[in-house]
Structure formats: structure tokens, C-alpha cells
């Protein structure tokens, strides 16, 4: 069965600061997909990253960064100078192709960014 | 492109009514599906689609149905409303890619409460 972990529930930071944002994984699939979404106040989500599990390479978007590690199961996500409008649920997702193409979604991590 | 619409945005049941949520998409997706957002449980799949007249389960399916006449559109009906139905409904969609995962695109949401 296929599992994601997101252990913080929640985090309060101030702006400026970097924050991680941890996920792990369970799947015994070789070939799976995760993803991070942003769920900001206003309720949309919107998607920020996708990786397979064949690139482990690390990639940064401006102030966000992702590192994926196969060998511990994570899919860590890290924000450098946090801004106010970080403020959000933060989910991460695990999709694989066998029993039916699901995904499977984290509990999500809220984050707080103080002026 | 209006990209995914949910209709309604609200809707409040008594116990026991049936409904029907709309979602339609205009990006000619292959794959549609459909999450309930309960606090502190992340999103959780209720059905999804592969194309039009292929439809499965996810993981919490009973008590909804869909189907999938068309590429545009995946209503979720609600047979026989119940309270642990109350939440907030997400429908996505996604590009086709083969045995790959893209990236979703989701509904602004439709919440919905089970008097």
C-alpha cells in the first residue's frame, strides 16, 4: 500500500527565515511520481513540482527547492527568505500506476509566515 | 480557457437528499477525478477516470457514483446524503501521458455540509 507522511502539522516562522518542510514516502512500486501543491488561504490548489522516481537530481525554483532522496524515502521541500505570502497548506503526493493510476496525498503542513 | 469549473460552490443537504456535483473541464484531459478535503486528512480520491466511459474506484467511494460520457465532463452524485459526507469536494483533471503522472489541475472546490 502506498503511504505519504507529512509529520509537521503545522509551522510558524518569520519572514525571512528558511523553512523545511519534510515528506516521506511508502510505495513499493519502482516507478511512481511525487508532487507538492500549495493550498493558500484563498482555497485553490496549485501545483508546484513534479519528480519521477528515476531523477533524483535536486532542483530549485527561485526561493523554493526540492531535495529528493530515494535511499530515505523523501521528498523534502525548503523555502529560502520565507514571505508572508508563503502562508499556506503545503501537500505533498505520491502517484503510482499499479491497482489503478491514484494519488495519494499527505495530511498537508500549514505554514505561518509572520511579518 | 476556463480551465476546471465546479458547480455549486455551496451546497447544504438534509440527510438522505441526492445531488449532483458538476465539474468540467476545457483542456481536452484524458484523466479526471475527484477528492474530498476533510481537516487534517489531506485529499483523499473518491473515483477517477481515464477517458470518457472509464471509470474506477479510489480510496473512499462508497456512497458516491460517476460516470464519464464525455471527455468535459465527470459529475460526482451523492445517491443518499449522509453528515460524514459533509467536506470539501475537489474535481482534477490531467493531461494524458502514456504510463506517466502529470501534474492536476483542480477545481476551485465545492463545499458541501450534510444537515
Known amino acids: 500500500a502506498q503511504k505519504v507522511t507529512q509529520a509537521q502539522t503545522e509551522i510558524s516562522v518569520v519572514e525571512k527565515e528558511d523553512v523545511t518542510l519534510d515528506c516521506v514516502y511508502e510505495?513499493?512500486?519502482?516507478?511512481?511520481?511525487l508532487f507538492w501543491y500549495k493550498q493558500p488561504p484563498s482555497g485553490e490548489l496549485v501545483f508546484l513540482i513534479r519528480?519521477?522516481?528515476?531523477?533524483?537530481q535536486n532542483e530549485i525554483s527561485g526561493r523554493y527547492s526540492w531535495n529528493f532522496q530515494k535511499s530515505t524515502s523523501s521528498f523534502n521541500f525548503t523555502i529560502t527568505a520565507s514571505q508572508v505570502v508563503d502562508s499556506a497548506v503545503y501537500f505533498c503526493?505520491?502517484?503510482?500506476?499499479?491497482?489503478?493510476?491514484?494519488?495519494?496525498f499527505g495530511a498537508g503542513t500549514r505554514l505561518f509566515v509572520k511579518a | 480557457n476556463a480551465g476546471v469549473t465546479q458547480t455549486p460552490k455551496f451546497q447544504v443537504l438534509k440527510t438522505g437528499q441526492s445531488m449532483t456535483l458538476q465539474c468540467a473541464q476545457d483542456?481536452?484531459?484524458?484523466?479526471m477525478s475527484w477528492y474530498r478535503q476533510d481537516p487534517g486528512m489531506g485529499l483523499r480520491l473518491i473515483h477517477y477516470?481515464?477517458?470518457?466511459?472509464?471509470?474506477d474506484q479510489g480510496e473512499v467511494p462508497n456512497g458516491y457514483n460517476v460516470s464519464r460520457s464525455t471527455t468535459e465532463d465527470f459529475p460526482l452524485r451523492l445517491l443518499s446524503a449522509a453528515p460524514s459526507q459533509t467536506s470539501v469536494y475537489f474535481c482534477?483533471?490531467?493531461?494524458?501521458?502514456?504510463?506517466?503522472?502529470?501534474?492536476?489541475?483542480f477545481g476551485p472546490g465545492t463545499r458541501l455540509t450534510v444537515l
Open positions: 510505495t513499493r512500486d519502482t516507478t511512481y511520481y
Open positions: 483542456m481536452n484531459h484524458e484523466y
Open positions: 482534477a483533471s490531467s493531461p494524458a501521458s502514456g504510463y506517466s503522472y502529470n501534474e492536476q489541475f
Open positions: 503526493a505520491l502517484s503510482v500506476i499499479t491497482g489503478g493510476f491514484k494519488t495519494i
Open positions: 477516470s481515464v477517458g470518457a466511459g472509464i471509470t
Open positions: 519528480r519521477n522516481s528515476f531523477d533524483e
